[in-house]
T-cell receptor, first 110, second 119 residues
């Protein structure tokens, strides 16, 4: 099992829709989690950090389930500008090393 | 606040040639990372520095890749000689790092990357 697994998509959703991505991880010692977004031919940008059970920032909500070893990202009221690849990332306990998933591609359609 | 700077942005070389990339992290960030991102995949860590010391280089192909961060600020990554499979985007990132349990020390900020094509 890969350390961080994501559904590659693509997820094609209409504007205004709610969409959720799941990410599973194999290392139970994982301490912190992050969601990064990456636009085509651009660098990853930090979207959200998750240190406890979850985090919410505007239209974006991340939830962490340590028992089942998955983390989700929920996007409400999708905008065209949300179209990007969303990378699920974990860090190990006591380590700054991040392990990235391959990403989930989202396309928001007018 | 200035972000992570990288140069060059693009590089095309022939196989067996050498190439070097430069990175200047965010001011005050102790930890610097080099990642390789192949098309369709997430970034893969090559090497991690804390100040000017190497913390993790377990995934760096040391027969051809080398990196240094001499004064704990700027860093260079070199490939010598390059292979076709080295074609990728090379990303530099930095984080506060250092001691502390706060999660913000883990948050990494990326530079624009160098897109390398080996022909």
């Amino acid at each position: 099992r890969k350390e961080v697994e994501q559904d590659p998509g693509p997820f094609n959703v209409p504007e205004g829709a709610t969409v959720a991505f799941n990410c599973t991880y194999s290392n139970s010692a994982s301490q912190s989690f992050f969601w990064y977004r990456q636009d085509c031919r651009k660098e990853p940008k930090l979207l959200m950090s998750v240190y406890s059970s979850g985090n919410e920032d505007g239209r974006f909500t991340a939830q962490l389930n340590r028992a089942s070893q998955y983390i989700s990202l929920l996007i409400r009221d999708s905008k065209l500008s949300d179209s990007a690849t969303y990378l699920c990332v974990r860090s190990g306990a006591g380590s700054y090393q991040l392990t990235f998933g391959k990403g989930t591609k989202l396309s928001v359609i007018p | 606040e200035a972000g992570v700077a990288q140069s060059p942005r693009y590089k095309i070389i022939e196989k067996r040639q050498s190439v070097a990339f430069w990175c200047n992290p965010i001011s005050g960030h102790a930890t610097l990372y080099w990642y390789q991102q192949i098309l369709g995949q997430g970034p893969k860590l090559l090497i991690q520095f804390q100040n000017n010391g190497v913390v993790d280089d377990s995934q760096l192909p040391k027969d051809r890749f080398s990196a240094e961060r001499l004064k704990g600020v700027d860093s260079t990554l070199k490939i010598q000689p390059a292979k076709l499979e080295d074609s990728a985007v090379y990303l530099c990132a930095s984080s506060l790092g250092g001691p502390g349990t706060s999660g913000i020390y883990y948050e990494q900020y990326f530079g624009p990357g160098t897109r390398l094509t080996v022909t």
